[in-house]
């Protein structure tokens, strides 16, 4: 498997700012996607994050309001931009390595927008 | 589009007892499909299945994969309470690694 942190673990934050979550990888990975968890639900694809290229969103997400950047195999950014308290959610990056074709977690990020 | 069902939604048993957890789906171009246990934050991926009828198994715990009834079964014997949590189901389709999770089972399991 692979050793994934992400930053920060948890923030609150007022409605209309926006806040940048890191994902770090301890190995080069081809996948890298973002997912986010609603209280109660159960997780949604945001995007795959592309190294190098424009991350690929999933229907019901837009770069202006989830800006995904990754410039290398190692690290990816959220950010949620303009948050309202609808946004408040755990937001999990997760990598796929094709050595063992698994999708495996970062420990999540646990947002709270008042 | 897309879509995986658990059931139970919530479960609770008392320590010792057997639990089945179900999984079904519906995916355009199968890959495979994930188990994960998730305590607080972040899944913790239990099992992968690609291949009908092959159980895979890991102490107390089991999984297998129908493909044709394109369902999956994980069971857990002899529960003890650190297996209360939400387990997820997950299916992996088409390219790209994409995942789809089901809702979850909330599993509580009392001394």
């Known amino acids: 498997s692979a050793v994934i942190s992400q930053k920060p673990s948890r923030d609150i934050c007022q409605r209309g700012t926006s806040l940048t979550i890191q994902c770090q990888v301890d190995s080069q990975v081809t996948m890298m996607f973002w997912y986010r968890q609603q209280p109660g639900q159960s997780l949604t694809l945001i995007a795959t994050?592309?190294?190098?290229?424009?991350?690929?969103?999933e229907s019901g997400f837009v770069i202006d309001k989830f800006p995904i950047s990754r410039p290398n195999l190692t690290f990816s950014t959220l950010t949620v931009s303009n948050m309202s308290p609808e946004d408040s959610s755990i937001y999990l990056c997760?990598?796929?390595?094709?050595?063992?074709?698994?999708?495996?977690f970062g420990p999540g990020t646990r947002l709270t927008v008042l | 589009e897309d879509k995986v069902v658990q059931s139970p939604l919530s479960l609770v048993v008392h320590e010792g007892d057997t639990v089945t957890l179900n999984c079904s789906y519906e995916v355009t171009n199968f890959r495979s499909l994930l188990w994960y246990k998730q305590e607080k934050k972040a899944p913790t991926f239990l099992f992968m299945l690609t291949s009908s009828g092959i159980e895979k198994k890991s102490g107390r715990l089991s999984s297998i994969l129908d493909k044709k009834e394109l369902s999956s079964i994980l069971n857990i014997t002899a529960t003890q309470t650190g297996d209360s949590a939400i387990y997820l189901c997950a299916v992996e389709g088409g390219s790209n690694y994409k995942l789809t999770f089901g809702k979850g089972t909330l599993l509580t399991v009392n001394p």
């Open positions: 997760s990598v796929g390595l094709v050595s063992t074709d698994t999708q495996y």
């Open positions: 994050a592309n190294q190098g290229s424009e991350a690929t969103y």
